[in-house]
């Protein structure tokens, strides 16, 4: 089905199961422990041997010497993979850097070896006899040290990196008031709860992965590369997730090197990672500098506006788009977004949790804080006074499919008794406390991807759906399961949701936010498919025949849907493709948040009192797994404002604070009540589901209404993240 024009009435509009806030399918197998993740699917290999991988010593330099031997002679010990025995490996653009280092290593904790054994303490023994010697060469660890080295990169999947419209320098010289910020963000780690895992066997030629992957038909394409066989023998599964955040998007060394160990040792063999190998030996969201400088009129009109954002990555692999949002979600004749990317020898670093956009706001949203104090005016004001509707960098010939920032502004304002707010800082106490709120806008790019299903119904009318999308704790199995219901008529117990095979039709997978809005809207295309074969059959006219109560009906005419399916069933394969409708429509989803925050006038410590987020993202598929992703999506960013950062050893070139005690991610205790309102909206020139990506908007601005409320209580502007106690304690007012 393409998607070329705005969604005209559908059957999604009877909103009977979608729409409707019904728990999670796989719900009960959570939380019964039935569900199987990636390292535990022992039924289908029984006898797999365990399988330990050892990372490298050093950041940059070359393998002089490894020695398997004295691993090989331990307990129980099956086999060592190394660069020497692993047969011809190749890098797969989709990574960085190779899964397995040697003799070059290309960044610490890389992996060098893979002990394989009959029980994991026998691996994890014989992998500290694995002898390495090294021969270490100085690396790239800094980026502040290496900014002036960042070039532009080349345009990727996000188009040019650098865009320019109108002269930003003589506007933003002409412009009655300026500012001109630099703000710098860590390096994050993704610290899913689940770390990567994976279970592989051969069966003859054929490999089998039980993996733990957001993206299934990438990682066949990715592991068909560096391994060097055909797609077609490639076999992956992963229909649980613990989390991914895009850490998962690719496959990593578990998944390799479990089918390097399992070809070795001639049996199943499952690998995971330690939760102290997740951030040196996976990805990373890579640390950026931020310049954001603004002109405005006196009026609060923003005349010119330009971000330019710093980051590294290793082997200069792609850039961390901190300008996306400022593309997009204001107006202004005069506008500058650029890039530069260092070549830096640190670990991969990849997309997290809305890659760019996540921090991106935390340094715009900021700026617009400081203007509107410059300016006198409300910062909800001056934000709804540069809305714009279409894209400011191309103009009314783009206009967004559709925006609410306004209202989201509006609404949150009214209900968090934003006008209750004092203008000037450090002004309200409570005991001990100082006491200060902060907001910030929210837009997040909506992307839409080609996704395919395959909808089948059965002699008894029940109904499955299978395509290779992935539910990484989302929703995705509940939000499929009520698109099919709705489109064919049935209750939601008679859809069975199957999900992330390699031999299900491919679909768009689980990233970018566009999991939800695409691949149910390639759910949507294949029951179409599935009600015109249905009506053709019983020659009615599949235009006006209606699905309904489990019947479907024509004219005065109606049978049951088992009766439709005949003894033999049916089935359909379709798939959405979203033809130009992203060049035709600005497409975002839009929030506002507002935060109170207590900022102890002795120690800094900083909490969170409320929060309050309003968004608009299209039809709400399912309010439950929405707010969830949003409140979840809120405590990310929370973290990201207060306590996220990954420590760089600049001598050694490593991540220091590679375990949960050390690398801060908010608990239950940091986060208190918060208050998700999701808007009225269709946007139908989002998909035929007129809904929007959710799942990473709730990320993006939270952060910075943090920084702003921590400005409002104390007077301090902090612009270097995380804002962690003892960057204020030197700066409180005097007690
Ligand atoms: Mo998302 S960072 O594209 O998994």
Excluded at 49 to 64: K, W
Excluded at 214 to 234: F, N, P
Excluded at 349 to 361: I, K, S, T, W
Aim: with cysteine.
């Amino acid at each position: 089905m393409k998607f070329t024009a705005p969604a005209g009435p559908n059957p999604i509009d009877q909103g009977k199961v979608i729409g409707h806030p019904h728990d999670r399918i796989d719900g009960r197998a959570k939380v019964t422990g039935t569900a199987a993740y990636a390292y535990e699917r022992n039924s289908l290999a029984p006898n797999a041997a365990y399988g330990v991988i050892l990372g490298s010593a050093i950041a940059t330099g070359t393998i002089t010497r490894i020695d398997t031997r004295r691993a090989e002679a331990s307990p129980g010990v099956l086999g060592v993979v190394t660069y020497k025995n692993a047969g011809k490996l190749k890098k797969s653009k989709s990574h960085a850097a190779r899964l397995l280092a040697g003799p070059n290593v290309e960044h610490f904790d890389q992996t060098v070896a893979l002990v394989v054994a009959e029980t994991f303490e026998q691996a994890r023994d014989a992998a500290k006899l694995v002898e390495v010697a090294y021969a270490p060469t100085k690396g790239r660890y800094d980026l502040a040290a290496e900014k002036d080295n960042a070039v532009t990169p080349k345009a990727g999947p996000f188009g040019p990196p650098d865009t320019k419209v109108g002269d930003f320098d003589s506007a933003f010289a002409g412009s009655p008031v300026q500012i001109d910020s630099t703000y710098t963000t860590p390096a994050h780690s993704h610290m899913m709860m689940e770390p990567p895992a994976s279970i592989a066997a051969w069966h003859g030629d054929q490999l089998l992965i039980w993996t733990s992957n957001q993206m299934i038909a990438w990682a066949v394409r990715d592991t068909s590369e560096i391994l060097g066989i055909r797609h077609e023998k490639i076999h992956i599964s992963s229909p649980f997730i613990g989390g991914g955040f895009g850490a998962k998007l690719w496959v990593r060394s578990d998944a390799i090197l479990a089918a390097l160990g399992a070809r070795l040792v001639k049996r199943p063999v499952k690998v995971a990672l330690c939760r102290s190998q997740v951030p040196n030996n996976t990805t990373h969201r890579p640390a950026t500098i931020q310049r954001i400088r603004i002109g405005a009129g006196s009026d609060g009109k923003i005349l010119a506006i330009a971000h330019d954002s710093w980051s590294g990555n290793l082997n200069s692999f792609r850039e961390e788009r901190a300008g996306a949002q400022t593309r997009l979600l204001y107006a202004g004749a005069n506008r500058q977004v650029t890039h530069k990317l260092a070549a830096l020898d640190l670990p991969e670093g990849n997309a997290m949790r809305a890659p760019g956009e996540a921090v991106g706001h935390l340094s715009l949203e900021v700026a617009m804080d400081e203007l509107a104090e410059k300016l006198n005016l409300d910062p909800v004001q001056l934000r709804i006074l540069n809305d714009i509707q279409y894209d400011p960098e191309k103009g009314p010939a783009r206009p967004f499919s559709s925006r609410k920032l306004v209202e989201c502004l509006r609404e949150g304002a009214q209900k968090f008794g934003w006008s209750k707010r004092n203008a000037k800082p450090a002004q309200i106490r409570d005991g001990q406390w100082l006491i200060g709120l902060g907001m910030a806008s929210a837009l997040r790019n909506n992307p839409t991807q080609p996704s395919a299903a395959r909808v089948k119904i059965d002699k008894k009318g029940h109904i499955t759906v299978e395509t290779d999308m992935t539910d990484i704790g989302t929703g995705s199995y509940t939000v499929l399961a009520q698109t099919a219901a709705e489109m064919m008529g049935v209750p939601l117990h008679h859809v069975t949701v199957k999900l992330a095979e390699s031999h299900y039709p491919v679909s768009c997978g689980s990233g970018g936010q566009f999991g939800g809005n695409s691949s149910t809207s390639g759910v949507y295309a294949a029951c179409t498919l599935l009600r015109a074969k249905l009506a053709q059959q019983a020659g009615w006219d599949p235009e006006t025949t209606t699905f309904e109560d489990g019947k479907m009906a024509f004219s005065a005419q109606s049978k049951s849907l088992a009766e439709a399916a005949g003894p033999k069933g049916m089935s359909a394969e379709d798939k959405i493709d979203f033809a130009d409708t992203q060049k035709k429509w600005a497409q975002a989803s839009f929030g506002a948040h507002f935060v109170e925050v207590a900022v102890h006038r002795v120690s800094g410590e900083t909490r969170i009192r409320r929060v309050l987020g309003v968004f608009a993202a299209g039809r709400i598929l399912n309010p439950k797994t929405a707010r969830s992703q949003l409140l979840g999506a809120m405590a990310m960013g929370i973290g990201a404002a207060l306590m996220e950062e990954l420590a760089v050893d600049k001598r050694f070139g490593y991540f220091v604070n590679h375990d949960l005690a050390e690398y801060h991610v908010p608990v239950h205790a940091d986060i208190p009540h918060t208050e998700v309102v999701m808007l009225e909206e269709l946007d139908d020139k989002s998909s035929p589901m007129k809904a929007k990506g959710v799942g990473e908007l709730g990320i993006c601005g939270i952060g910075a209404a943090v920084a702003n409320a921590i400005y409002n209580a104390t007077g301090i502007r902090l612009r270097d993240y995380p804002f962690t106690p003892d960057k204020l304690l030197d700066h409180l007012p005097p007690v």
